[in-house]
C-alpha cells in the first residue's frame, strides 16, 4: 500500500514538473519574441536616425569646405534650367 502511494504521487510530481517546465519554456519564447521584435524596431529607429545624423553632418561639411574655397550660394538669375 505504502509503495502504490508513493509511487503515485511519484507519478505526479513528475507530471507536475514536466508540466512547469513546458509553461516556463513557453513564457519564456513569448517574452524572446516580443523582445526581439522591440529590438528590431528600436535597430531599425537607430538606423534612421543614424542617416539623418550623417546627412546634417555632411551638409555641415560641404558648408565649411564651400567656405574655405570662397564659394557662395548663387543668386537666382544665376541659375539656368535645362529641360
Known amino acids: ?4 502511494f508513493l509511487a503515485f504521487v ?3 510530481l513528475s507530471v507536475f ?15 524572446l519574441s ?10 531599425s529607429e537607430n538606423k534612421s ?6 546627412s ?3 551638409l ?3 558648408y565649411r569646405i564651400a567656405e574655405e ?3 557662395s550660394i548663387p543668386d537666382e538669375s544665376s541659375i539656368v534650367y535645362i529641360d
Open 56 to 58: 546634417i553632418l555632411a
Open 60 to 62: 555641415d561639411k560641404m
Open 10 to 12: 511519484l507519478i505526479i
Open 49 to 54: 536616425l543614424q542617416m539623418k545624423i550623417n
Open 17 to 31: 514538473i514536466y508540466l512547469w517546465q513546458q509553461n516556463t519554456s513557453t513564457r519564456f519564447a513569448y517574452k
Open 69 to 71: 574655397k570662397n564659394l
Open 34 to 43: 516580443s523582445l526581439q521584435s522591440e529590438y528590431d524596431k528600436i535597430s
Open 1 to 4: 500500500m505504502y509503495k502504490s
